[in-house]
Nanobody, 121 residues
Framework: VQLVESGGGSVQAGGSLRLSCAAS????????MGWFRQAPGKEREGVAT???????SYADSVKGRFTISKDNAKNTLYLQMNSLKPEDTAMYYC????????????????YRQGTQVTVSS
């Protein structure tokens, strides 16, 4: 299984970024997919998940600002991040899980190298 994230970068507070995660070796439509993040010195934090039926869930800290979506035909997962804040600065990881839910994905999900998001004030 390969997960390749892209779209990270540096942006000023209030700006937007769109992360993408292209997968090979799995079929997105069959798994729980999502994003978690980890900042230096902090614990891993689940950000958003999307289930095989399209149901989404978000961390309270990103609700109303982030939107998760997927394109099953392209096997690609997206995270649209708007109104970014300095506290959103972290390494963002795309992950896949056989168990639904943000907690399961954050704790047990399979992930790869991540993409850095830096938000300056």
């Amino acid at each position: 299984v390969q997960l390749v994230e892209s779209g990270g970068g540096s942006v000023q507070a209030g700006g937007s970024l769109r992360l993408s995660c292209a997968a090979s070796g799995i079929t997105y439509s069959s798994y729980s997919m999502g994003w978690f993040r980890q900042a230096p010195g902090k614990e891993r934090e689940g950000v958003a998940t999307i289930e095989d039926d399209g149901t989404t869930s978000y961390a309270d800290s990103v609700k109303g600002r982030f939107t998760i979506s997927k394109d099953n035909a392209k096997n690609t997962l997206y995270l649209q991040m708007n109104s970014l804040k300095p506290e959103d600065t972290a390494m963002y990881y795309c992950a896949v899980s056989v168990v639904a839910g943000l907690g399961a994905l954050t704790t047990f999900g399979y992930y790869r190298q991540g993409t850095q998001v830096t938000v300056s004030s």
